[in-house]
């Protein structure tokens, strides 16, 4: 069999370089921001057709959560309108389409992980604008959505979990909200289990894609500092007591039982938080 044609948005970010690096053995289309502009439809179009690929993997994104409640405009254009032409596109080449969203769907009030089945019902600007996309790329067939949280891991590394990760090795004080509840994604198991589904030809559709198990982000900074042997304190700090433009969901723990039911099996947080360390050159 002969090499797929993969073609991935955003390439240069944190996902992005995660899915390159699982599909490097394909022929990879890598384009970053500078080379296809997701609000640029008509030349997003051109660009589709003139790579035909087999694959869609779509890694793009506006995700500046607070900054997407003064600009709803911009949110709506790139998570919603640009996810519609991609869609659009995939359907014109006859391309698996993968697409991205988030835990930001929900409301957060849960006491138990939310599954796929469960009613999403966003409390800001960005995760209405990525329940849109998710509302037009399932639109056409062939379609994967994955939702993914609290991502981690690849280059940059900028994630929540790297910055607490930079204060405990330098020993500075972290300040970690001690009430909200996530359910981590290391990018290389999610770059992974994507590969899977598609792989497996397992049933398109929605599904969580998170690591194993949830905890609070305090839970998560003292799992960082006792795997690295630190004893660097720790500032427990409430989500409800922040005045931040956009309202973050408390309780977004996602289940991955859907996933699990197609063949693939998310190893822990905890796992993938010590092959991040080893990866960062600081395994304890």
């Known amino acids: 069999m002969g090499k797929r044609k993969v073609l991935v948005t955003g390439a240069g970010g944190q996902l992005g370089g995660a899915i390159c690096a699982e599909f490097s053995d394909e022929?990879?289309?890598?384009?970053?921001?500078?080379?296809l502009d997701l609000v640029d439809h008509s030349n997003l179009l051109r660009a589709i057709t003139a790579?035909?690929?087999?694959?869609?993997?779509?890694?793009?994104?506006y995700n500046r959560v607070d900054d997407a409640e003064n600009n709803a405009e911009m949110a709506l254009?790139?998570?919603a309108f640009g996810v519609r032409s991609l869609a659009?596109?995939?359907?014109?080449?006859?391309?698996?389409?993968?697409?991205?969203?988030?835990?930001?769907?929900?409301?957060?009030?849960?006491?138990?992980?939310?599954?796929?089945?469960d009613e999403a019902s966003p409390r800001s600007v960005y995760g209405a604008s990525k329940l849109i996309g998710e509302w037009f790329a399932?639109?056409?067939?062939?379609?994967?959505?994955?939702?993914?949280?609290?991502?981690?891991g690849g280059v940059p590394a900028r994630s929540s979990i790297d910055q607490i990760i930079d204060a405990v090795v330098s020993g500075r004080e972290a300040s970690v909200f001690m009430d909200r509840v996530v359910s981590p994604?290391?990018?290389?198991?999610?770059?992974?289990?994507?590969?899977?589904?598609?792989?497996?030809?397992?049933?398109?559709?929605?599904?969580?894609?998170?690591?194993?198990?949830?905890?609070?982000?305090?839970?998560?900074?003292?799992?960082?500092?006792?795997?690295?042997r630190s004893t660097t304190s720790l500032r427990p700090i409430s989500v409800t007591n922040?005045?931040?433009?956009?309202?973050?969901?408390?309780?977004?723990?996602?289940?991955?039982t859907k996933l699990a039911e197609a063949g693939f099996t998310m190893p822990s947080w905890q796992d993938a938080?010590?092959?991040?360390?080893?990866?960062?050159?600081q395994a304890s």
């Open 88 to 117: 659009r596109a995939a359907t014109d080449v006859g391309a698996i389409f993968v697409h991205y969203s988030t835990d930001f769907v929900f409301d957060g009030v849960a006491t138990v992980p939310y599954t796929e089945h």
């Open 138 to 152: 399932n639109d056409i067939m062939g379609t994967y959505i994955l939702r993914v949280e609290s991502l981690f």
């Open 77 to 79: 254009a790139v998570n």
């Open 273 to 281: 938080l010590t092959r991040h360390l080893a990866s960062r050159g």
């Open 51 to 61: 790579h035909n690929p087999v694959i869609i993997i779509n890694c793009a994104g």
């Open 242 to 256: 922040l005045s931040l433009p956009a309202v973050r969901p408390v309780f977004c723990a996602l289940s991955n």
């Open 185 to 228: 994604s290391y990018v290389h198991d999610v770059a992974r289990a994507t590969r899977s589904l598609i792989d497996t030809q397992a049933p398109v559709g929605l599904y969580h894609c998170v690591n194993t198990g949830h905890a609070t982000w305090l839970h998560l900074a003292e799992e960082i500092t006792r795997q690295l």
């Open 27 to 35: 022929a990879l289309i890598p384009l970053t921001h500078e080379d």
